[in-house]
């Protein structure tokens, strides 16, 4: 069965739009595992727009299920990564202007940095995933690469809007999903995820865990964390 790690980064949102003291992720972290998440994620961005090193460093010693980082590979946020030790870094591109992680991580054309960064995590015993859109070049470049796992960007099947699209998009998930199973690696997913969304991706099995965050802290504001979160593991169950 699919799991689901519930990304906290807006509940830091919703805090730091008013430079307050809450609403707390660390909070938010303990109601969704409550509500059944296998896992938390956070994105520590080089700006620091809405996750803080003390929600990272308090997320380690209070997750219970398993806490995910994602970081852009640079090298103050890889320093960071080694001291806190989570259960799985998650490599993400990262541009200042952009909303939110906009396209996948080019694991081609940043060979380097990339190689380097999983080649120091792995000194560190953490496993490694790549965040890349379905694209098979990308996905063996993440073998190539020793990453243990990629993230599959679901942003594109998530947003257009009309049918041929939106099946063309995600018939690109499930040929990324078969291809990086049978290269062995391990597959989650995640971006732009919504209650709609999620259920297109029954019968798609490679698929170990999604990452959901925007719509699961924006259902919470109105049905609280642990309700948002036991509705969408509800439609996991099963996929
Ligand atoms: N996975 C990655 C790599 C992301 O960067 C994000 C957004 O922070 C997500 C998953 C979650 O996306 P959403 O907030 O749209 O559910």
């Known amino acids: 069965m699919a799991g689901l790690a519930v990304n906290v980064d807006h509940i ?18 303990v109601l969704a595992e409550l509500g059944g998440a296998d896992g938390i994620v956070v994105h520590l961005r080089g700006d620091r727009r809405h996750v803080q090193d003390r929600d990272l460093y308090l997320l380690k010693q209070t997750v219970l299920s398993k806490l995910i980082l994602e970081m852009a590979a640079t090298p103050e946020t890889l320093q960071i990564a080694a001291d806190v030790q989570p259960d799985l870094v998650t490599l993400v591109p990262e541009r200042r202007e952009e909303i939110t992680t906009e396209g996948g991580l080019d694991a081609i054309a940043l060979t380097d ?6 080649e120091a995590l792995h000194g560190r015993d953490i496993p490694v995933s790549l965040f890349i859109d379905p694209d098979r070049r990308q996905i063996e470049k993440a073998r190539e690469l020793n990453a243990d796992m990629i993230e599959i960007h679901t942003g594109r099947f998530c947003d257009v809007k009309k049918p ?34 999620i259920k297109s991706f029954h019968g798609l099995s490679e698929i170990d865990e999604y990452s959901i965050g925007h719509s699961i802290v924006a259902r919470a504001a109105l049905v609280g964390m642990e309700k948002a979160v036991r509705e969408m593991r509800a439609l996991i169950v099963g996929i």
């Not at 940095?113 to 999983?118: G, H, K, L, P, R």
């Not at 099946?167 to 391990?186: N, V």
């Open 12 to 29: 830091a949102t919703l805090r730091q739009a008013r430079g307050a003291d809450y609403p707390d992720p660390v909070a938010a972290a």
């Open 164 to 197: 041929n699209e939106k099946s063309a998009a995600f018939a690109d998930i499930e040929t990324a999903a078969k291809r990086a199973k049978a290269l062995d690696l391990g597959v989650n997913a995640g971006h732009g995820i919504c209650y709609n969304t």
């Open 113 to 118: 940095t990339v190689s380097n960064a999983i």
